[in-house]
């Protein structure tokens, strides 16, 4: 299983708009494909969206892109708001769940990290050791790293039902320091890792979003 994600950076003032128009080419794309979640910014960068399609392997991407592309009540209608598109194709850890349709959130943190070349193997080894304990205080929602476009890239997001319920979910991970999986190796003597970038964003489903 892959997942191409999606990430549109929209005109001040032109995320509701979009998403209408994206939900109306929908109603035809998903004969092809069905998305797995629909995104957009709540905090962090606004006016942003992410589309997150899975697919079965790289050659099935393809045969639904070239369908797709020969469907034209599949053209995008947004394409005017748009300011910057770009895509990245993931690929989930051991320990990321199946996406599904249902309810989740409907708050939802992606944090995306950039990491020295080379080091996917060392967080794969780490965050095996410290999720257990982790997921004891609160779902995952997902754990990829990033195969095409923006390399060495790992994210992970995490449903909530608010931000206050987000909020009491960290403090009381960090009064067991069961988090982050960094510590917990090295106070294991294991090697702990280590990033070059880190990003934050609380993200809010579309109505259309088979996942809330």
Partial sequence: MIYEVVTTNLKPGTVGEFENRFAEVYEHRKKYSELAVFWHTEIGPLNQTIAVWPYASHEERARVRAAVLQDPNCAPKGNDLVVREFGDIVTPTPFSPELKPGKMGPIFEMR?????????????ENWAFA????????????????????????????????????????AKVAAAQAWPPSAIAKKEGRKPESFLEQENKILMPAKFSPIQ
Avoid: C, D, Q
């Fill in 112 to 124: 995306t990290y950039t990491l020295p070349a080379g080091e996917v193997p060392l967080l794969l």
């Fill in 131 to 170: 999720m257990p304990r982790r997921l004891t205080f609160s779902p995952v929602f997902a754990v990829w790293y990033t195969e095409l476009g923006g390399l060495n890239k790992w994210s992970h997001i995490w449903p909530y039902e608010s931000l206050n319920s987000r909020g009491e979910v960290r």
